[in-house]
C-alpha cells in the first residue's frame, strides 16, 4: 500500500474454504497471531503517516504484547518469546502495572469514540476558509531543470497579482545556488497549494511538512512524465492532491488515462529576465557554418530513462563523420556517474559529437 494504491469495493470478488487443515485453524493452537500482530505494530505504528495521539500509540503496544501472553496462558505453553516480548517491551513488573492501569474495555470505548478527532487525516478531509492566494513550493535555488522549473512558475504566479508566497525546498542531489529568487515564507496562509514538482517527491514532501500543510487547501501538483503508460508503483501520489498540472499532451493523456482527480494542460512560462539569448558558438567550441543537434539531460534522471544512447545511435545512422553536421550533449552531474558517461564516450566514436558537462546561466 505504500507503493501503490488502496481502494474498497463493495462487491465480493473471491471466496474462502474453510476447513480444519487451513492455516488459520492451525493458528489458534499457536503464538504466530499475536507474534505476528505485534510485528506489524513495530513496523509501521512509528511510520511518519501513522499519526495518533501518544496514548492510543502505546495502548496498542500493550495490548499487543498482553495478546501474546494472554494466548500462552491459554494454550499453557511455555515458549521464551512470549518472555522476550514483555522484557523487550519493559518487563514483567511495567508490564503489570500497565494491565492495571488500562481498562480494556474502557479503553475500546474510548478509542472508537475519539478515534476520528485524534487520528489526523490528509488532505481533502478538512475544509476551512483561509484568503484566496497561491503557496507555491517547490526547488527554488536547486540548479537543475525542476528548480527552473520552480522558479518560472513562481515568476508566473506573482505576474497574477494574487497574494503569494513561496516555500524553498533544498535539494540533498543538486546544487542549491541559484539566487534569482530569496524572500521565502515558512507558512502556506492561502487558500491554493501549487507544488512544483513531480509525483516522485509528493510522499517526500508530505511526510516532511505533514498533514496540516494539505489540509484546508486546494492541492495542485506539477507532474512530468516521458512515457505512455503511468506505472502502478506511484498511483498513491495522486491522494496527495486535488488537480494535477502538466506541460504538454502527451503527459496529460499519458497521467489522466489513470487519474482519479482532474489532469489539465497549462501553457508553460517561459522567463528571459529581459535579456535577449545572443548566439554565441565560439565560448563551446562550435563551428559557425555547421548544423548543430542539441539534447540536454541530467544524469541524476537516471540515464536509461533521458535515454542519450538512443540519440547517438540515431546520429550515427543519419550522417557520416565528414558531414557538417554535430550533436551536442549538454548536461549536468557527470561526475556523479562516471560509469555511464564513460559508455556514452565509447558509443559516441567515431561520430561528431560535442559533451558539454557544466552549469551555465539560464
Known sequence: MEQGC???????????RVHPRQQTAKDRSALAPGLENRELLRCYLHKNYVQLRRWIWKYLEYDAVRRIVRRSRK???????????????GGWKKFRAAAFKYRYRETLLKIRRLYERHLRLPTHYVRTKRPLGVNVAGFAQSVYGVGESSRSIWRAVQATGLPCVLLNVRSHVHRNTDE?????????????????????????????????????????????????TFPVRWHSAFDYYDEIWVPSDFTREAIASVSPIPVRKITYPLYLNGNEAKLDRARFGLLEHVFVFLFTFDFFSTVQRKNPAAIIAAFRRAFR????????????????????????????????IVFIDQHISA
Not at 488502496?6 to 474462502?16: E, H, K
Open 6 to 16: 488502496f481502494a474498497y469495493i463493495r462487491d465480493p470478488l473471491c471466496a474462502v
Open 75 to 89: 494454550l499453557r505453553l511455555q515458549d521464551e518469546r512470549v518472555d522476550d516480548a514483555v522484557r523487550e517491551w
Open 180 to 228: 534569482s529568487v530569496n524572500e521565502f515564507s515558512r507558512e502556506n496562509p492561502y487558500r491554493v497549494n501549487l507544488m512544483t514538482f513531480s509525483f516522485d517527491y509528493s510522499r517526500r514532501f508530505f511526510r516532511d511538512m505533514g498533514p496540516r500543510f494539505f489540509a484546508g487547501r486546494y492541492n495542485i501538483g506539477l507532474w512530468y512524465w516521458e512515457q505512455e
Open 321 to 352: 563523420r565528414d558531414d557538417s553536421v554535430v550533436l551536442v550533449l549538454k548536461s549536468i552531474n557527470a561526475h556523479h556517474h562516471r560509469t555511464d558517461r564513460d559508455s556514452l564516450g565509447k558509443e559516441s566514436e567515431g561520430v561528431n
